[in-house]
């Protein structure tokens, strides 16, 4: 079975100040905290007046984005040159690994990721376009937990549509439990043996993913379980969802 590839590109200006915009006006979403983000990768933000017209706030925000990728024009091109040298030796091999433990059987549509490197603070990922987005300051370490949590997406959703047809495609983004799980999975099945023999990095979901708790248990930790267990794939992603399904509601914080 031929494996996904993964391609990287310059994210183009317009399309990084859009991705931008519209995350700093549309995102309320406290779980990512978007904002906080910004702020910290866009010192600049913090001295955006609240009271300014939404319009007034992006055109400051568009002129920031431009210095900023003007300013890292370079970098962004010496990236893609060493990020694609980096990613050589994991890609066969991660993608292989990785087909084989979601038993994917059949061919998939999934030949090439796009991997657009801009400058951004967050990496979003596309499940249509199939691709996703990072920037150039990443050390090998970051690149390649990245891209193997990134790209492990793309491949999980092609199996849950096998298991779980139903499920729409607006569920497959935040803050809907489809999304949720496929975020808790990249814990256990890229710490996993199988995948540690590859990667030197340990896998970190989001912080809040580890706070929700089942009596003295976390949710994560029941999950990892589940993952650990001596079950099929297809089992595991079932058993995984009926548990949460049963929990996530009723989570509570540590």
Excluded at 74 to 85: P, Q, S, V
Excluded at 173 to 197: A, C, G, R
Aim: proline share 4%; aromatic share 14%; net charge neutral.
């Amino acid at each position: 079975m031929l494996v996904p590839k993964i391609k990287f590109k310059k994210l183009p200006l317009e399309e990084n100040i859009n991705i931008i915009l519209n995350a700093y006006f549309t995102s309320d979403n406290k779980i990512l905290d978007i904002h906080n983000l910004l702020s910290q990768y866009f010192p600049e933000f913090k001295n955006i007046d609240i009271n300014l017209s939404k319009k007034e706030k992006s055109t400051i925000i568009s002129n920031i984005i431009t210095n900023y990728y003007t300013d890292n024009i370079e970098n962004i091109d010496r990236a893609i040159e060493k990020y694609t040298k980096q990613w050589e030796f994991y890609n066969d091999i991660y993608f292989t690994k990785l087909v084989n433990y979601l038993n994917i059987t059949k061919q998939t549509d999934i030949k090439e990721i796009n991997c657009y490197i801009g400058m951004l603070p967050f990496f979003p990922r596309d499940l249509n376009s199939k691709s996703f987005i990072i920037n150039p300051h990443l050390n090998e370490l970051q690149l390649t937990q990245t891209c193997a949590h990134e790209t492990l997406h793309f491949l999980w959703f092609h199996k849950w549509k096998e298991l779980y047809p139903q499920t729409s495609k607006e569920e497959y983004e935040s803050p809907h439990l489809p999304w949720i799980y496929s975020e808790m999975v990249t814990d256990p099945i890229l710490n996993s043996s199988d995948f540690q023999k590859i990667f030197k990095f340990h896998e970190k979901a989001y912080p809040f993913l580890y706070t929700m708790i089942d009596g003295k248990k976390t949710l994560m930790e029941k999950i990892t379980e589940i993952y650990n267990s001596n079950f099929s794939i297809e089992d595991k992603i079932k058993k995984g969802y009926i548990y949460l399904k049963s929990n996530i509601s009723n989570k509570k914080e540590k």
